[in-house]
Structure formats: C-alpha cells, structure tokens
C-alpha cells in the first residue's frame, strides 16, 4: 500500500507492507539511526517523533503513519552543526555503546518542547521508557539539563543607563567657578 509521509521535513511517497513496523520502514528506507531493541516496546531503541509526539516505532503500523511527520534523530542536526541536545550529550559524557543514544535524546526532545525548564524527576519520567545498560542514567539526566540550559530562551534584562564617569561643575554651568 502506497503512504505518503514526512521523515525528517521530506516528503516521502513508499509502499509499505500491510503488517510492517514504522521501525522496519523506516530502516528499510535507511534511517539507521533508529534503532531494533525488543520488538515490544520495552526498551525505547526504536524512539522517533510522530506529530510532536515520542513513539515506540516498532509497534506502531507503518500504514497508520500515513499523512503524519515524522522526526528521527538524524533530523535534529548535522556533524557540522549538531542540536544543543546531541552536543550536550557528548559533553556530559552520556554517550556510551550509543545505542539508546538516538531514542534517548529524541526523547529528551519532546520533554523540552513541552517543558522548557523541566526538574530532575520530570527529566527522569520522560526518559522512563528508554533503557540503558551502560550510564546508569546519571550523566544523561546531566545531558537534558544542560542543553534545557542552553535551549531556554534567554531573559531580557533591563539596561542600565550608562554614565560617562565626567563630574557636573557643582554650579551646574560649564566652565564657571562656583561662589563660596
């Protein structure tokens, strides 16, 4: 069955199996990124965004994503002009095997566009669903708080007046000598 969709801004017209997995279409279309784990949605390997949305590719039909958007991680940034989120992770050290990288920071994603300025347990319930074996979690919420940081909008200030540092002559005329 032909499906129109839009993988990462592109539009995309593929023929998808009745029975196939979003996952398994989207690797076959070469996104590598996402990423078989369970098959069952346990683990969050296969995270994408659909319509705004995190989702567990491998249980979502490919057939129902037709008409919808569809964000991978490729589509966050470029290696010469990485999203705050990938760059915050390397910084923080929160990238280990790599393989729950993709659906980790997709979903770490979704948490800042709802929330821009989110706690630690908001950070840790959004990243509920994806596993991982090798950080113990630590340096990935450290990741989500640091590019939340650098993601913020930035508050406007109010500037102060700047002064030159010159005195007023105490007559309040310029070059006059006051009477004392």
């Given at each position: 069955?032909?499906?129109?969709?839009?993988?990462n801004?592109?539009?995309?017209?593929?023929?998808?199996?009745?029975?196939?997995?979003?996952?398994?279409?989207?690797?076959r279309?070469?996104?590598?990124?996402?990423?078989?784990?369970?098959?069952?949605?346990?683990?969050?390997?296969?995270?994408?965004i659909?319509?705004?949305?995190?989702?567990n590719?491998c249980?979502?039909?490919?057939?129902?994503?037709?008409?919808?958007?569809?964000?991978?991680?490729?589509?966050?940034?470029?290696r010469?002009?990485?999203?705050?989120?990938?760059?915050?992770?390397?910084?923080?050290?929160?990238?280990?095997?790599?393989?729950?990288?993709?659906?980790?920071?997709l979903?770490?994603?979704?948490?800042?566009?709802?929330?821009?300025?989110?706690?630690?347990?908001?950070?840790?319930e959004?990243?509920?669903?994806n596993?991982?074996?090798?950080?113990?979690?630590?340096?990935?919420?450290?990741?989500?708080?640091?590019?939340?940081?650098?993601?913020?909008?930035?508050?406007?200030?109010?500037?102060?007046?700047?002064?030159?540092?010159?005195?007023?002559?105490?007559?309040?005329?310029?070059?006059?000598?006051?009477?004392?």
């Amino acid at each position: 069955m032909e499906i129109v969709l839009t993988i990462n801004g592109a539009e995309k017209r593929v023929d998808a199996r009745p029975s196939e997995s979003l996952l398994d279409l989207l690797r076959r279309l070469g996104y590598q990124s996402v990423k078989f784990g369970c098959g069952e949605g346990a683990c969050g390997s296969c995270t994408v965004i659909m319509d705004s949305r995190p989702v567990n590719s491998c249980l979502v039909l490919a057939v129902t994503a037709d008409g919808r958007e569809i964000l991978t991680v490729d589509g966050l940034g470029t290696r010469q002009q990485p999203h705050p989120l990938q760059t915050a992770f390397v910084e923080a050290g929160a990238v280990q095997c790599g393989f729950c990288t993709p659906g980790m920071i997709l979903s770490s994603w979704a948490l800042l566009q709802r929330n821009p300025d989110p706690g630690e347990g908001e950070i840790r319930e959004a990243l509920d669903g994806n596993l991982c074996r090798c950080t113990g979690y630590v340096q990935i919420v450290e990741a989500v708080k640091l590019a939340a940081g650098r993601m913020r909008p930035k508050k406007k200030t109010a500037r102060k007046k700047k002064t030159t540092g010159k005195k007023k002559p105490a007559s309040g005329k310029k070059g006059q000598k006051s009477s004392s």
